[in-house]
């Protein structure tokens, strides 16, 4: 009883020197010391593993030599490698009674001769998971074999041992883990605070107290409603609340700097729990202000244009757009406003003149127009004012005249003084409108009828092509489902010798199958697809069903005949169009001696020298080209005399008057009387009675073509029409 007490005293000195975190070496050896004393005569030694080389190595210790503690590091874990390398290995107690006679020690046996050790019993010190901490083991001088208590005494030392190790290993990773967070908040860019639970600053950073201008001194212990702007109060004390109750919550408010100014923050709040009640909450704040004002400078210059200051055409779209929802507002009118004699500016001073002079135009529209109005640029020298809520037709009109009253004024640019003037389109929503940018397109055409009236004017939509506007906007898109959903058809019109009446050919003709409007005229689409770039795709479809059809026809035919086909001139001076027209031809294997293109005076807009190469390489080719509706355009003699074409087809507004117009005829004659000199043929177009034929037949012309012959028709038609036209009657 005498020998416990102290025993137990030296325990509990132990578990105070684990609990207080005394150094672990310190710790060891009073393991050692209190071991040592319950088994007289015994050396403690204490082996660290290390799962790195999966080897053990000898805490250091004055009980041994320090021979002997260099000779017991890096030994390997392994069955056979001494008694504390088996013990490890097995992980279990193994017991050598005789060091001299045990063959897990060759090698050693000297060494544990030097040191006078005769027996050695290992303890391996496991976790009560499995993991191997290292080995606790007791040497004597003398062979011997451990008792019962001896045994007990090695369990309670292994685990003393496992306790320190685990306790060290613990206070080491939450040293470690205490230094990466201080490091943390020491060193984060943003900035870094904690409140208690009722709101109060527990800890800032030295980021937050430069963010806010306010010492870590001057903060703690205050709540943080003194450093938010009084109108963010309210949120920041709910989102506080928030996370106060256990949510992780991210947010923007404003804070008032220590200089007084506001400056805007973003903001993360979350509890912190400790054993699964919340004691604070923490925050991590970053000053957004510059961010902010990029938001809002990317925001105003999605909205307005950045030359005039004025809202763009989204934000004028947007403003209509709620114009028109809110009907409360009263009649809605739009002007948009075109500047008359910009672009000889723009071209003849510059750019940068050209840019001063919008600007200066926009300054004056500002000043012109109401302020309930909004003012808006939306593309080039194009305004638009949307006027809300006007009382009357009056009103709009004074404002309009206003403007132009205003722009008439010269404005000095460059060192030199400019004249401007400008077109007016006006629209209002009295009309019924489905749509607000109906109002839009009311308007430009309106516009566009104020600059055929002269300019430096205005005009007000009447409605009377309303229904023909939106019938046009509808045909546009449906033109762009056609080409894709093959709802077009080719009919074809013979072309007949002027006297036999023989068939010398056909002109291809394109149709339109719309599934709801039935048959459409090209009339009304060929126009909307030469308008939409839709003509290119249109066109080359053409060319090749053409060439395609015809090259099947004539396969039954005894002679081939010769298909004409229209081609635009958008078309006919696109780049590519030559190689189109090559493929198409290889494709169908239409011989290109029965192919005919047939072009207008305006392939000519863009200048004669490209279209005569391009008509040259095509004559050699074997294409021949034809000009169509000769006399309707602007080309003088000189481009039919120097265009390498063979046929020139007359217009039927021509050959309509030949028999009443004494004038008419004089210039029908001249042409065919012209072509022929130039070794041209002449075609004329619109024949419908036989007395038109006779006539043309009697002044030379070569072919014709006409109702009088033959309609446009399918293909399935045309396979069945005989050589000779007209058909005789039945009576």
Same mark, same amino acid.
């Given at each position: 009883?005498?020998?416990?007490?102290?025993?137990?005293?030296?325990?509990? %000195?132990?578990? /105070?020197?684990?609990?207080?975190?005394?150094?672990?070496?310190?710790?060891?050896?009073?393991?050692?010391?209190? $071991?040592?004393?319950?088994?007289?005569?015994?050396?403690?030694?204490?082996?660290?593993?290390?799962?790195?080389?999966?080897?053990?190595?000898?805490?250091?210790?004055?009980?041994?030599?320090?021979?002997?503690?260099?000779?017991?590091?890096?030994?390997?874990?392994?069955?056979?490698?001494?008694?504390?390398?088996?013990?490890?290995?097995?992980?279990?107690?193994?017991?050598?009674?005789?060091?001299?006679?045990?063959?897990?020690?060759?090698?050693?046996?000297?060494?544990?001769?030097?040191?006078?050790?005769?027996?050695?019993?290992?303890?391996?010190?496991?976790?009560?998971?499995?993991?191997?901490?290292?080995?606790?083991?007791?040497?004597?001088?003398?062979?011997?074999?451990?008792?019962?208590?001896?045994?007990?005494?090695?369990?309670?030392? &292994?685990?003393?041992?496992?306790?320190? $190790?685990?306790?060290?290993?613990?206070?080491?990773?939450?040293?470690?883990?205490?230094?990466?967070? !201080?490091?943390?908040?020491?060193?984060?860019? @943003?900035?870094?605070?904690?409140?208690?639970?009722?709101?109060?600053?527990?800890?800032?950073?030295?980021?937050?107290?430069?963010?806010?201008?306010?010492?870590?001194?001057?903060?703690? =212990? +205050?709540?943080?409603?003194?450093?938010?702007?009084?109108?963010?109060?309210?949120?920041?004390?709910?989102?506080?609340?928030?996370?106060?109750?256990? #949510?992780?919550?991210?947010?923007?408010?404003?804070?008032? *700097?220590?200089?007084?100014?506001?400056?805007?923050?973003?903001?993360?709040?979350?509890?912190?729990?400790?054993?699964?009640?919340?004691?604070?909450?923490?925050?991590?704040?970053?000053? $957004?202000?510059?961010?902010?004002?990029?938001?809002?400078?990317?925001?105003?210059?999605?909205?307005?244009?950045?030359?005039?200051?004025?809202?763009?055409?989204?934000?004028?779209?947007?403003?209509?757009?709620?114009?028109?929802?809110?009907?409360?507002?009263?009649?809605?009118?739009?002007?948009?406003?075109?500047?008359?004699?910009? +672009?000889?500016?723009? @071209?003849?001073?510059?750019?940068?003149?050209?840019?001063?002079?919008?600007?200066?135009?926009?300054? !004056?529209?500002?000043?012109?127009?109401? @302020?309930?109005?909004?003012?808006?640029?939306?593309?080039?020298?194009?305004?638009?004012?949307?006027?809300? =809520?006007?009382?009357?037709?009056?009103?709009?009109?004074?404002?309009?005249?206003?403007?132009?009253?205003?722009?008439?004024?010269?404005?000095?640019?460059?060192?030199?003084?400019?004249?401007?003037?400008?077109?007016?389109?006006?629209?209002?929503?009295?009309?019924?409108?489905? *749509?607000?940018?109906?109002?839009?397109?009311?308007?430009?055409?309106?516009?566009?009828?104020?600059?055929?009236?002269?300019?430096?004017?205005?005009?007000?939509?009447?409605?009377?092509?309303?229904?023909?506007?939106?019938?046009?906007?509808?045909?546009? *898109?449906?033109?762009?489902?056609?080409?894709?959903?093959?709802?077009? /058809?080719?009919?074809?019109?013979?072309?007949?010798?002027?006297?036999?009446?023989?068939?010398?050919?056909?002109?291809?003709?394109?149709?339109?199958?719309?599934?709801?409007?039935?048959?459409?005229?090209?009339?009304?689409?060929?126009?909307?697809?030469?308008?939409?770039?839709?003509?290119?795709?249109?066109?080359?479809?053409?060319?090749?069903?053409?060439?395609?059809?015809?090259?099947?026809?004539?396969?039954?035919?005894?002679?081939?005949?010769?298909?004409?086909?229209? $081609?635009?001139?958008?078309?006919?001076?696109? @780049?590519?169009?030559?190689?189109?027209?090559? %493929?198409?031809?290889?494709?169908?294997?239409?011989?290109?001696?029965?192919?005919?293109?047939?072009?207008? #005076?305006?392939?000519?807009?863009?200048?004669?020298?490209?279209?005569?190469?391009?008509?040259?390489?095509? +004559?050699?080719?074997?294409?021949?080209? &034809?000009?169509?509706?000769?006399?309707?355009?602007?080309?003088?003699?000189?481009?039919?005399?120097?265009?390498?074409?063979?046929?020139?087809?007359?217009?039927?507004?021509?050959?309509? +008057?030949?028999?009443?117009?004494?004038?008419?005829?004089?210039?029908?004659?001249?042409?065919?009387?012209?072509?022929?000199?130039?070794?041209?043929?002449?075609?004329? #177009?619109?024949?419908?009675?036989?007395?038109?034929?006779?006539?043309?037949?009697?002044?030379?012309?070569?072919?014709?073509?006409?109702?009088?012959?033959?309609?446009?028709?399918?293909?399935?038609?045309?396979?069945?029409?005989?050589?000779?036209?007209?058909?005789?009657?039945?009576?």
């Amino acid at each position: 009883m005498d020998k416990e007490l102290p025993w137990l005293e030296a325990q509990q %000195r132990i578990h /105070e020197l684990i609990a207080q975190q005394h150094p672990l070496l310190e710790t060891l050896a009073a393991i050692s010391d209190w $071991i040592g004393e319950m088994m007289p005569g015994s050396r403690v030694s204490i082996m660290r593993f290390t799962p790195e080389d999966n080897c053990l190595h000898l805490v250091p210790s004055t009980a041994f030599s320090e021979q002997f503690n260099a000779l017991m590091q890096n030994i390997p874990v392994a069955d056979g490698m001494g008694t504390c390398g088996t013990a490890a290995c097995k992980r279990e107690l193994v017991i050598t009674d005789n060091i001299q006679k045990d063959p897990r020690w060759d090698g050693y046996h000297d060494t544990a001769r030097a040191e006078g050790l005769g027996a050695c019993w290992s303890m391996p010190i496991v976790t009560a998971g499995g993991e191997l901490l290292g080995t606790f083991a007791t040497y004597y001088r003398k062979p011997s074999l451990p008792t019962d208590g001896a045994q007990k005494n090695l369990a309670r030392g &292994a685990a003393l041992v496992a306790l320190a $190790i685990l306790r060290h290993r613990d206070a080491e990773d939450h040293l470690k883990l205490t230094e990466w967070h !201080r490091a943390l908040f020491d060193n984060h860019p @943003d900035g870094v605070y904690s409140f208690d639970l009722a709101g109060h600053f527990q800890s800032c950073n030295a980021a937050m107290e430069e963010m806010t201008g306010f010492r870590k001194e001057q903060v703690l =212990g +205050k709540h943080f409603s003194q450093y938010v702007d009084p109108g963010y109060r309210e949120m920041t004390q709910a989102a506080f609340d928030k996370a106060r109750n256990g #949510e992780a919550i991210t947010y923007e408010t404003v804070g008032l *700097h220590a200089d007084g100014y506001p400056y805007h923050l973003e903001i993360i709040n979350f509890p912190v729990i400790i054993r699964d009640e919340i004691v604070g909450v923490y925050g991590i704040c970053k000053n $957004i202000s510059l961010r902010k004002e990029q938001e809002a400078k990317i925001t105003y210059q999605a909205s307005h244009d950045l030359l005039t200051g004025l809202p763009n055409q989204a934000r004028f779209s947007e403003e209509l757009n709620g114009a028109f929802s809110s009907r409360a507002c009263g009649p809605v009118a739009v002007m948009l406003l075109n500047l008359d004699g910009f +672009k000889p500016i723009n @071209d003849g001073l510059g750019h940068f003149s050209g840019n001063q002079v919008l600007a200066s135009v926009a300054r !004056r529209l500002e000043q012109s127009v109401p @302020d309930k109005a909004t003012l808006a640029r939306m593309v080039g020298d194009e305004f638009a004012v949307l006027l809300p =809520g006007y009382t009357s037709r009056e009103e709009v009109v004074r404002n309009a005249e206003n403007i132009l009253q205003v722009l008439a004024q010269p404005i000095e640019v460059a060192g030199q003084m400019v004249h401007l003037s400008a077109s007016i389109g006006i629209a209002s929503s009295i009309d019924p409108l489905k *749509h607000p940018q109906e109002l839009m397109q009311y308007a430009d055409l309106a516009l566009e009828r104020a600059k055929r009236q002269g300019r430096n004017t205005w005009q007000w939509y009447s409605g009377g092509k309303a229904e023909r506007s939106r019938h046009s906007v509808a045909l546009r *898109h449906d033109l762009h489902t056609a080409l894709q959903e093959d709802q077009f /058809e080719l009919w074809y019109q013979p072309v007949v010798d002027a006297v036999s009446g023989r068939m010398r050919g056909v002109e291809a003709l394109v149709r339109w199958h719309h599934p709801q409007h039935g048959l459409v005229s090209p009339m009304e689409f060929i126009p909307l697809a030469e308008q939409t770039g839709q003509i290119v795709p249109l066109g080359r479809w053409i060319l090749n069903q053409a060439c395609k059809e015809m090259a099947q026809l004539n396969e039954n035919r005894e002679r081939a005949l010769r298909v004409a086909v229209n $081609i635009s001139s958008l078309q006919f001076n696109r @780049d590519g169009f030559l190689q189109d027209v090559r %493929r198409t031809l290889e494709q169908t294997g239409l011989q290109p001696q029965l192919l005919e293109l047939e072009v207008t #005076e305006s392939v000519l807009l863009d200048g004669a020298e490209p279209v005569i190469e391009l008509m040259e390489t095509l +004559k050699d080719m074997g294409v021949r080209v &034809a000009i169509d509706d000769f006399g309707t355009g602007f080309s003088s003699l000189s481009y039919l005399r120097d265009l390498p074409t063979h046929k020139v087809k007359l217009d039927r507004s021509f050959v309509q +008057k030949t028999l009443s117009d004494r004038r008419m005829a004089a210039i029908v004659q001249g042409v065919i009387t012209m072509a022929h000199h130039m070794d041209m043929i002449v075609v004329a #177009e619109g024949i419908e009675t036989r007395e038109q034929q006779d006539d043309l037949a009697r002044r030379n012309c070569d072919m014709l073509q006409g109702y009088l012959f033959a309609r446009p028709m399918p293909l399935a038609e045309l396979s069945k029409l005989p050589e000779l036209l007209p058909v005789a009657s039945s009576d």
